[in-house]
């Protein structure tokens, strides 16, 4: 059967970027969902990870470097009827969009975030990202990263997030099982993508994950116990988890205000415009 979310187009990644692994799995996810491109929207800020939305069949809005949550998060809120999914990457989402990304949890609206981490800033041409790990040598950071790497998974279970998995562009039908599954919960979904990018990250490589990735499902990790959620996040070196992590039902944003509980704004009918005038004087 042919999938509506695909098309042939160029895209203007390198030949053997993790990214081509990442819209392959979102394209089956989607496909999964049984929704119909005109009931999703694809939210992207900059960067080549950004730039996913480009190539795939649906809504898509492109919007400022870092700020893609709170888009995403009032597009949900004015048709929560839409599937709403963000595409992000370290940089994007951990270092410019930081702080949205805190908030965004705490708030838990029904939307997805996937961010592709590399670890690197690919399209700025390889400067240290958020998650870069300590130590990597790159054209800007010429003698080692000195910053400590953030850690995603257990910042989004510190703040109670409602779902968080780690996914690898190197295993594709498992992560398009996690994208099926981060889509379908209802809450805010987080799923940190390992993607290497093979022209400025030559430590985190295809090779290099596949020595160290083992899935979650096939050990007996129990994903609604936040403590060893907590303590699986930690868990980087030698051996790195993928799957889920962590997953809870929390009350979702769009059910906890008033004004959306009559539906989406979009299909709420609203009074005449009142003559604001008086109002607006009063401020000059
Ligand atoms: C406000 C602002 N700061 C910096 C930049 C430059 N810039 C563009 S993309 C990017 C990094 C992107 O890295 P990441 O989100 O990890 O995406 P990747 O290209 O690796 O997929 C930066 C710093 C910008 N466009 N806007
Ligand atoms: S620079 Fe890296 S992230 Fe960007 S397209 Fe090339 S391989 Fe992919």
């Not at 702080?99 to 590399?118: A, G, S, Y």
């Not at 953030?150 to 594709?172: C, M, Y």
């Not at 936040?226 to 051996?239: L, N, S, T």
Request: proline share 5%.
């Amino acid at each position: 059967m042919v999938n509506p979310f695909e098309i042939t187009t160029e895209t203007a990644w390198c030949p053997g970027c993790g990214n081509f692994a990442i819209i392959q799995a979102l394209q089956q996810a989607l496909g999964r969902t049984g929704r119909l491109p005109h009931q999703v929207l694809l939210v992207s800020g900059i960067g080549q990870a950004a730039k996913l939305p480009q190539y795939i069949n649906c809504n898509y809005f492109n919007g400022l470097h870092g700020r893609t949550l709170p888009a995403a998060t009032a597009a949900k809120a004015s048709n929560h009827e839409l599937t709403v999914v963000v595409t992000t990457g370290d940089g994007d989402c951990y270092g410019e969009g930081g702080n949205h990304l805190i908030h965004t949890i705490r708030r838990n609206p029904d939307i997805t975030l996937f961010v592709h981490n590399n670890q690197i800033y690919g399209l700025t041409k390889g400067q240290a990202s958020p998650t870069s790990d300590p130590g990597m040598r790159t054209k800007l950071q010429t003698r080692g990263v000195t910053n400590e790497s953030l850690n995603p998974l257990a910042l989004a279970i510190a703040l109670d997030i409602s779902f968080v998995a780690r996914g690898f562009a190197g295993d594709v039908a498992h992560l398009a099982e996690l994208m099926y599954q981060a889509i379908a919960h209802r809450g805010f979904a987080l799923v940190d993508i390992l993607q290497p990018c093979v022209s400025f990250n030559k430590l985190n490589t295809f090779a290099w994950y596949r020595e160290r990735v083992y899935r979650l499902e096939e050990t007996d990790y129990d994903p609604t116990d936040r403590a060893a959620a907590f303590r699986k996040a930690q868990e980087w070196g030698d051996r790195i988890p993928i799957g889920v992590v962590f997953r809870q039902e929390r009350l979702v944003f769009e059910d906890n205000q008033p004004a959306l509980r009559r539906g989406p704004l979009a299909h709420q009918k609203t009074a005449a415009m009142a003559d604001v005038s008086a109002v607006l004087d009063s401020f000059c």
